[in-house]
């Protein structure tokens, strides 16, 4: 079985524009969660889609946003950019949500210059 | 508040020795409990969880963790350490009650000398 896929892996941008990254799902899951990594504040969440819908969300301004469509694929977008947005975002994948084990993708290395 | 925190930043160990990596939590009830292993350019895959029951977890590649509720505590122990354990390891905590939320420790480093 395929495993969890973000694209793209590396993405450098200008603070103030904004980003879209992807995350494809494993076959059958319906839970997508996000989640940023820098190396100063760690692996924080930022939030969990189940069924198109935001179930979960982290403390995280609004300027972080996403969507699951109905094939579970799922979009984070990050608006007005900013320096410390740099770090590499995770996605994981589970079948119902967090009561079952979430497999994660390599990330998207986002550098914002 | 909710917290996790994995106090040893970096540990060193030789090869073939064992290994324990400490994890405490703050939470007012009894989480659910993970640890996560991390190698470079990855994801995190996971190691164990505890959920409820036998507080001695056993997962994959050998390791095994035990929850201690009177400690607030949830440390990972191997026996005997490989090369290629070297990683960086996370413990994390679910939380079970209101809007659910992941909380990472901030994970240690783990070399492994020949």
């Known amino acids: 079985k395929a495993g969890v896929t973000q694209t793209p892996r590396y993405l450098i941008k200008t603070r103030g524009q904004q980003v879209t990254l992807s995350c494809s799902p494993i076959s059958g899951h319906r839970s997508v969660s996000w989640y940023q990594q820098t190396p100063g504040q760690g692996l924080q969440f930022l939030f969990e889609y189940f069924s198109e819908t935001q179930r979960n969300k982290g403390n995280f301004p609004g300027r972080f946003s996403g969507r699951q469509f109905s094939n579970s694929r799922s979009e984070m977008n990050v608006s007005t950019l900013e320096l410390g947005d740099s770090a590499l975002y995770l996605c994981?994948?589970?079948?119902?949500?967090?009561?079952?084990?979430?497999?994660f993708g390599p990330g998207t290395r986002l550098t914002v210059t | 508040a909710q917290s996790v925190t994995q106090p040893d930043i970096h540990i060193t160990v030789s090869e073939g020795a064992s290994l324990e990596l400490r994890c405490n939590y703050s939470?007012?009830?009894?989480?659910?409990l993970f640890w996560y292993v991390q190698s470079p350019g990855q994801g995190l895959q996971l190691l164990l969880k505890y959920f409820s029951g036998d507080t001695l977890v056993q997962g994959i590649k050998g390791i095994e963790a035990e929850f201690k509720r009177s400690q607030s505590s949830f440390n990972l122990r191997k026996p005997s350490v490989h090369w290629s354990d070297a990683a960086e390891y996370f413990c994390?905590?679910?939380?079970?009650?209101?809007?659910?939320?992941?909380?990472f420790g901030t994970g240690t480093r783990l070399k492994v000398l020949a």
């Open positions: 939470y007012g009830a009894t989480p659910y």
């Open positions: 994981a994948s589970s079948l119902q949500g967090f009561d079952y084990e979430q497999y």
């Open positions: 994390a905590l679910r939380t079970t009650s209101g809007t659910y939320k992941y909380i």
